[in-house]
T-cell receptor
Framework: AQSVTQLGSHVSVSEGALVLLRCNYS??????LFWYVQYPNQGLQLLLK??????LVKGINGFEAEFKKSETSFHLTKPSAHMSDAAEYFC??????????FGKGTTLSVSS | GAVVSQHPSRVICKSGTSVKIECRSL??????MFWYRQFPKKSLMLMAT?????????EQGVEKDKFLINHASLTLSTLTVTSAHPEDSSFYIC?????????????FGPGTRLTVL
């Protein structure tokens, strides 16, 4: 079975500070890993995905994530937070062709 | 990129009525679509996997007679909430799988907010 654990349901940063959202996964097969962002009352927007190619994945809006098999982690980072980054972030895991299994989400707050 | 639409975006209905939600892949064929449910401030829960031309596969605990899924074409899946009750109020999101060899990517619809009075 596959699962993801997002450490920290709420992360607060100041504008311009580093953003680090943590995600650990469990999978018996090589996983596909994803990060999505959701703004209030909206659907999901894909930030980035890992599908067994480069371990450092660059996504949209300056986000990136690194797949670390030894740590079973796929943490999301952004060097400098913007106010517009405040949203709900979901880490997800899947195998090819299967549904995504989502973590519980992390709310990112950005203060000025 | 690929687009998935959902209709309606919002629906309010009376308890006991049925509501149909459509999920369409606009520029690709999707043999597989997935239906998720999201409660307020909660994660997405997979409800069922919809396969074109065959019966949907439901996750444990999801009532298949209450949440009817039909995937009659390669671009359309529908979710019908039958005899809706207030506890069915939720945000329903579909995703469609682009099974092209290169991508095998899933694209999410914008979601449907269901409120049952």
């Amino acid at each position: 079975a596959q699962s993801v654990t997002q450490l920290g349901s709420h992360v607060s940063v100041s504008e311009g500070a580093l953003v680090l959202l943590r995600c650990n996964y469990s999978s018996s097969v090589p996983p596909y890993l994803f990060w999505y962002v959701q703004y209030p009352n909206q659907g999901l927007q894909l930030l980035l995905k890992y599908t067994s190619a480069a371990t450092l994945v660059k996504g949209i809006n300056g986000f990136e994530a690194e797949f670390k098999k030894s740590e079973t982690s796929f943490h999301l980072t952004k060097p400098s937070a913007h106010m517009s980054d405040a949203a709900e972030y979901f880490c997800a895991v899947s195998r090819a062709g299967t549904a995504l299994i989502f973590g519980k989400g992390t709310t990112l707050s950005v203060s000025s | 990129g690929a687009v998935v639409s959902q209709h309606p975006s919002r629906v309010i209905c009376k308890s006991g009525t049925s509501v149909k939600i459509e999920c369409r892949s606009l520029d690709f064929q999707a043999t597989t679509m997935f239906w998720y449910r999201q409660f307020p401030k909660k994660s997405l829960m997979l409800m069922a996997t919809s396969n074109e031309g065959s019966k949907a596969t439901y996750e444990q605990g999801v009532e298949k007679d209450k949440f009817l899924i039909n995937h009659a074409s390669l671009t359309l899946s529908t979710l019908t909430v039958t005899s809706a009750h207030p506890e069915d109020s939720s945000f329903y999101i579909c995703s469609a799988r682009d099974s092209g060899i290169v991508t095998d990517t899933q694209y999410f619809g914008p979601g449907t907010r269901l409120t049952v009075l």
